[in-house]
């Protein structure tokens, strides 16, 4: 063959490498730019989606927003953690495009986008749905680290269902992938320094009483103290109160699932300085400890000292109801720093508190269980 043809195959041969790679590639133009939001619509959006659904190879999360709050579908409509949903949507309608990444499936593994449903993949599927749009956004999020040179951002690797391209993004998207991670865990939230007394029944009939006199003591008597015997730890008993106003749940379900006279636990009434009485029942089931619980107010748990001074000389304060039976209004409100709380406020926090208990068994913790279920033998050392 002589050398000039050999010399113009060469050059086809070239000019046809270049045309394919030419007509292969994805004009820039065509790709968002870095910077640009992953979803442009999504931020105005935020504010009229009703659900969030995460699946993932094991599970499915749905997070609904209902007439009052968000709640987990997959707990029964239980009250979800409105910050972490909040999170969620937020996060995704603020992903920026960092860099465009791979379009071949072959190694969306490596990023952690395989589809969900495949042995083996770590990805999450995220939708965010609004009464209008089943999909106003929905992503394939794989996996993430911490962003260069800022540590409270994620450079995280992502894809849309619909498109064979994956990208390198930054932002901040935390997505729990277990149902009871999405709960409201706050059980109960009140000061210590509000409450009296707290009596603690153990099935067998054994009590435990703890009380003190005044909002300001700072610790808690342990009543009939036998001769020759202390109390080991005060910290120990304290914590037996500690404990009940800070309850917080590691899984619920609606009471009716849970049986509490087959195998009952430790029962406790807690009562506080300005009239709220609190009742926690527990059980033992399915190798976890659950809790029902219900408050009420009663004016009989009021001293008017221990609120604020009565007018003097007998005569009638302003503004101050003296209808016989009318509880409320007779009772004496609060100083302006006190930590205790009005009749009115408290009776107010009992019906919120009912509201969102009502119905529900709540799995409590071991350790907080043991807190405030203690006999008495077991605050009780002998004295030296």
């Known amino acids: 063959m002589k050398s000039t043809t050999i010399g113009l195959l060469a050059g086809i041969t070239i000019i046809g490498i270049v045309l394919a790679v030419f007509v292969n590639r994805e004009p820039s133009s065509s ?30 999360m749905t997070l609904v927003r209902g007439e009052h709050a968000w709640g987990v579908k997959e707990k029964s409509g239980y009250r ?14 603020g992903l920026r495009i960092l860099e465009p990444k791979t379009q071949t499936p072959e190694l969306y593994d490596r990023l952690g986008l395989q589809d969900h449903g495949e042995e083996g993949s770590t990805s999450k599927m995220v939708t965010l749905k609004t009464a209008d749009n089943p999909e106003a956004a929905k992503l394939v999020v794989g996996n993430q680290k911490p962003a260069k040179g800022n540590p409270r951002m994620s450079d995280i690797y992502v894809r849309k269902p ?51 006199a005044k909002p300001d003591d700072l610790d808690f008597s342990l009543d009939s103290i036998p001769a020759g015997f202390r ?15 800070q309850l917080s749940l590691e899984d619920v379900k609606p009471q009716a699932e849970v049986d509490f006279l087959a195998n009952p636990g430790v029962s406790v009434v807690l009562e506080t300085f300005d009239g709220l009485r609190l009742h926690v029942h527990t059980t033992k089931h399915d190798e976890h400890i ?17 609120l604020s001074s009565t007018p003097e ?9 003296t209808e016989k039976g009318d509880e409320v209004a007779n009772v004496a409100t609060p100083e302006k720093d006190s930590v205790l709380t009005t009749p009115e406020e408290v009776q107010k926090e009992v019906d919120s ?32």
Request: hydrophobic residues 40%; without cysteine; negative net charge.
């Open 31 to 60: 790709l968002p730019q870095s910077g640009q939001p992953v979803f442009p619509d999504l931020m105005s959006l935020v504010n009229d989606i009703n659900e969030v659904v995460i699946e993932t190879h094991e599970q499915t």
């Open 80 to 93: 979800a953690d409105v910050e972490k949903v909040k999170k969620t949507i937020v996060g995704l309608a």
């Open 162 to 212: 619909d498109d064979p391209r994956t990208w390198l993004v930054i932002g901040n998207l935390p997505l729990e992938t277990v149902p009871g991670e999405w709960l409201d865990q706050e059980v109960t939230a009140f000061t210590t320094k509000r409450v009296r007394q707290v009596t603690v029944t153990h099935p067998q009939g054994a009590t435990l009483h703890l009380s003190k």
């Open 231 to 245: 109390i080991s730890s005060q910290f120990n008993v304290n914590n037996v109160v500690g404990t009940l106003v």
């Open 290 to 306: 659950w809790a029902k619980l219900s408050a009420e107010f009663d004016a009989n748990l009021v001293q008017p000292s221990e």
């Open 313 to 321: 000389d007998g005569q009638k304060a302003e503004g101050e109801e």
């Open 353 to 384: 508190l009912n509201q969102r208990v009502k119905g529900w068994a709540y799995a409590l913790p071991s350790f907080r269980v043991e807190n405030f279920s203690k006999l008495k033998k077991d605050l009780l050392s002998k004295e030296e």
